[in-house]
């Protein structure tokens, strides 16, 4: 059934004024998760137990990330030619013009791979968009290690990239933030949010905890969203 909600106005004199965005990457920009992509192409054995031991919450989403990325069997040759395939929104660029010609900046944050998001926005025009995520290192030939200088101890899901914390800091900087995502690791981070744009599994999630939302799924809309949030004006969800 949908339900009314008030999408927040601007208080200042330009539509602009006091907003910033925030999107996830794995799932919400690209189509697929990259970080699972690269486990079931060169993920060694025992990838599979640490992610079935996060999903249980026997660990944090950091700890199950470098176990996971220790056991990647792959040259940085073979990297890029799978990160190469790797495909986004084909209206993620419009969103990004779009919000621009706002004033409105729109960062990468996300609890992924910083040379995997970077590589393959880079591939579609968009190498200049700010990332935040994990840090990952070339450690031999065909080794690897993740590192997550974004990572806090006070973080409630244990992840490499504490989102609530990276919100916080532009709230503090612009005012408000729109928050856009689609899964788990979005959760904590959108009930602190301004206003979500949610799809797949945070849309249940948003519903749920009566968080300010609405639903998009692909860029194209979120698009049209972006400009009724920025207007303070009514969308129906």
């Known amino acids: 059934m949908n339900k009314r909600i008030q999408i927040f106005p601007s208080s200042a004199g330009t539509a602009s004024a006091g907003w ?3 999107s996830d990457f794995d799932g919400t920009i690209s189509l697929l998760d990259v970080t699972d992509t690269l486990l079931n192409r060169f993920g060694k054995p025992g990838w599979q137990e640490l992610e079935d031991a996060w999903e249980r919450g ?7 990330m470098k176990g996971q990325v220790a056991l990647l069997d792959m040259s940085e040759a073979e990297l890029q030619n799978h990160l190469d395939g790797i495909e986004i929104d084909e209206h993620f660029a419009g969103f990004v013009a779009e919000a621009r010609l706002h004033g409105i900046k729109v960062q990468v944050v996300s609890d992924g791979i910083d040379y995997a998001i970077r590589h393959v926005l ?7 968009l700010e990332v935040i995520a994990n840090h990952l290192v070339q450690t031999g030939e065909r080794s690897w290690r993740l590192d997550s200088p974004w990572a806090s101890n006070r973080c409630a899901r244990a992840s490499g990239n504490c989102k609530c ?4 800091e532009q709230q503090a900087v612009h005012g408000r933030v729109l928050y856009i995502g689609d899964s788990t690791s979005d959760f904590c981070v959108s009930g602190k949010a301004d206003f979500v ?4 599994k945070l849309i ?3 519903e749920s905890q009566g968080i300010a939302h609405a639903r998009f799924e692909h860029f194209a ?3 049209q969203l972006l400009e009724q949030v920025l207007l303070g004006m009514e969308q129906t969800a």
């Open 165 to 168: 914390e990276r919100l916080a």
């Open 122 to 128: 880079a591939r579609h025009g968009l190498g200049d």
């Open 204 to 206: 249940d999630y948003c």
């Open 197 to 200: 744009l949610a799809k797949y």
């Open 58 to 64: 026997d660990i944090g989403s950091r700890e199950c």
């Open 20 to 22: 910033m965005v925030q």
């Open 221 to 223: 809309q979120a698009t």
